[in-house]
Each structure stands twice: as structure tokens, then as C-alpha cells.
């Protein structure tokens, strides 16, 4: 499934990226670049269930993001690693299945094959701190074996 949530998150960007620049309707978007993973049902609905959420939830994702990103303007971030954040934050937050640390690498994957020189870094910074600030505030919900790393290390540790 690795290399399908690579694709699915590939398109999204994709999708993303040209709703970013030309502002036409969601639909019209979906159709014409997530409509290409139609053949595989399961993907598909991945994809498209990942695309809107971001959109949906694409304010309160802003917002942790400029709070980790005090020295930049946030119209001034490069496109691809505004969008490449919003994905893997809106994964953190609102898809238990996916383990942090499988956002996280991806998202640096993906900024380093899409964006600027320096951009897998800048992501793992700003995502690495905005992970740390949903933990302690207990936002982070995952659920399924190997999703809550720390919690099992915490208790061997008391």
C-alpha cells in the first residue's frame, strides 16, 4: 500500500496545485486529475476523500503553519511546500490509520522530488514542530498497532 499512498498523495498534490492556481471548481478538479485513479475504486476514494479534507480543513492547517514559520511570510512559501504541508498535517490530525512518522517521511519525500533544494528540510522542521505541539495538546489520535510508538516505550520506562 506504500507506493499507492505515494500515488494517492501525488495526485492530491497535483490536485491541489491546480486548484492553487486556477481556482476552478472542486468537481471540475477531481474529475480531471483524481478521476484518473477511477479504475482502482479503493484509491480513488482515497485520494478523493484525502483532497477535500485538506481543502476542507485548509484555515486551521494555515494557521499551525504559520504559527511554526515566524521568519517567513506565509504567501511567500513556495506553492508545492505550503500544499505538500497541508497534506501531511491534515493526515496527522485526521487520519488514524496513517502513523506520524509514514506523514512525515512522505511529505519529506515528496517536498524533496517537487520543490526547491532545501525544501525537505524546511517540511521535516515545521512538521517535526507542529508534531510536537499536537501531541502536547493532545490532538493526536491514532489508532492500530504501531501508531502510538511513544505511549508503549513510555510505560516500559516507568
Known amino acids: 500500500m506504500s507506493t499507492r ?8 498534490l497535483q490536485a491541489l496545485y491546480a486548484r492553487e492556481l486556477s481556482q ?3 468537481e471540475l478538479i477531481l474529475e480531471t486529475i483524481v478521476g484518473s485513479l477511477k479504475k482502482e475504486p479503493e484509491i480513488y476514494e482515497l485520494a478523493k476523500v484525502l483532497f477535500l479534507k485538506v481543502i476542507e480543513v485548509a484555515d486551521e492547517v494555515d494557521t499551525l503553519i504559520k504559527s511554526r514559520i515566524a521568519n517567513w511570510e506565509f504567501n511567500r512559501l513556495a506553492i508545492i ?3 505538500v504541508l497541508r497534506i501531511s498535517i491534515c ?5 488514524e490509520d496513517i502513523p506520524p512518522k509514514v506523514s512525515i517521511n512522505e511529505a519529506i519525500e515528496i517536498a524533496r522530488r517537487y520543490s526547491t533544494e532545501k525544501s525537505d528540510k524546511f ?10 505541539d499536537l501531541k502536547k495538546s493532545g490532538r493526536i489520535k491514532k489508532s492500530g498497532r504501531g ?3 511513544t505511549s508503549a516505550k513510555k510505560k516500559q520506562a516507568n
Do not use: A, H, T
Open 81 to 83: 511546500d505550503k500544499i
Open 123 to 132: 517540511v521535516n522542521g515545521v512538521l517535526d514542530s507542529i508534531l510536537d
Open 147 to 149: 501508531l502510538l510508538e
Open 5 to 12: 499512498r505515494r500515488q494517492i498523495r501525488e495526485k492530491v
Open 24 to 26: 476552478e471548481p472542486v
Open 91 to 95: 493526515e496527522l490530525l485526521y487520519f
